[in-house]
C-alpha cells in the first residue's frame, strides 16, 4: 500500500492564482482531512470529510474548497491565492472518524508571492 | 470552539532524564487525546494516544495521563534518547467526533 499520497510536494503560486493540491489513499479509509501547519501554531484543521460526498468545515476554512467524489480522493482547492495560505499543506486519513489514529501524507509546501 | 494549548514550547533534557509535556483542553466533552511526533521535514505520525474512559495508558518508554476533571493531559517520556529529539504535539477531538485541535507543539531536544 502506498499509503496516504500527496502531489505537488512544492508549489510557488503568485497572488490571485488558483490551484488544487491532490490527495489520495489507497487504505479504503472513510475520513479525510486537511491541515496546514505553521510555524508555531500547530496543525489546523481547514476542512474534513467522514465519507464519499460529505465535507465539513474545520477551523480555518476561509479561502479553501474540497470535494470528495470517491472515497479514494479528496482534492484541495485554492480559489484565489493570498500570501496567507503560504504553509505547509498535509492530508489524513483515518478508518471510520476523526477518534482513531491519522496516517498523514507527506505534505506539500505552498509559497505564495 | 475546542482549544487545545501546550507546554513547554520547547524543553531540553539530557539523555537518559525525564520529560514531561503537558496540554489543557477546553471541551468537557471531548474523549479522544492523540499524541503525534514530527522530526524534522517529515510528516506527523502518532505514538500514542488515549480515551476518556481509562486515566493513564502506557506504551515501552511512553505514557500519556489524563485528567478529565481538570481537563488536561500529559505525555511522558522516561530514559530518553536523542532519536526522541522532535516536535511533539497533543491534540483533542471536539464533541462533534471529527475535528481535530492541535496543540501548538513542543520541540524537544535530548542531549547525548
Known amino acids: 500500500n502506498a499509503g496516504v499520497t500527496q502531489t505537488p510536494k512544492f508549489q510557488v503560486l503568485k497572488t490571485g492564482q488558483s490551484m488544487t493540491l491532490q490527495c489520495a489513499q489507497d487504505m479504503n479509509h472513510e475520513y479525510m482531512s486537511w491541515y496546514r501547519q505553521d510555524p508555531g501554531m500547530g496543525l489546523r484543521l481547514i476542512h474534513y470529510s467522514v465519507g464519499a460526498g460529505i465535507t465539513d468545515q474545520g477551523e480555518v476554512p476561509n479561502g479553501y474548497n474540497v470535494s470528495r467524489s470517491t472515497t479514494e480522493d479528496f482534492p484541495l482547492r485554492l480559489l484565489s491565492a493570498a500570501p496567507s495560505q503560504t504553509s505547509v499543506y498535509f492530508c489524513a486519513s483515518s478508518p471510520s472518524s476523526g477518534s482513531n489514529e491519522q496516517f498523514f501524507g507527506p505534505g506539500t509546501r505552498l509559497t505564495v508571492l | 470552539g475546542e482549544n487545545v494549548e501546550q507546554h ?82 497533543c491534540a483533542a477531538l471536539w464533541a462533534n467526533n471529527n475535528d481535530m485541535r492541535f496543540g501548538a507543539g513542543t520541540r524537544l531536544t535530548v542531549k547525548p
Open chain 2, 8 to 89: 513547554p514550547s520547547t524543553l531540553s533534557v539530557q539523555e537518559g532524564d525525564s520529560a514531561v509535556i503537558k496540554c489543557t483542553y477546553s471541551d468537557s466533552a471531548s474523549n479522544y487525546f492523540p499524541w503525534y511526533k514530527q522530526e524534522l521535514g517529515k510528516r506527523p505520525q502518532l505514538i500514542i494516544d488515549i480515551r476518556s474512559n481509562v486515566g493513564e495508558k502506557k506504551d515501552q518508554r511512553i505514557a500519556v495521563t489524563l485528567n478529565k476533571t481538570a481537563k488536561h493531559f500529559s505525555l511522558h517520556i522516561t530514559e530518553t534518547q536523542p532519536e526522541d529529539s522532535a516536535v511533539y504535539f
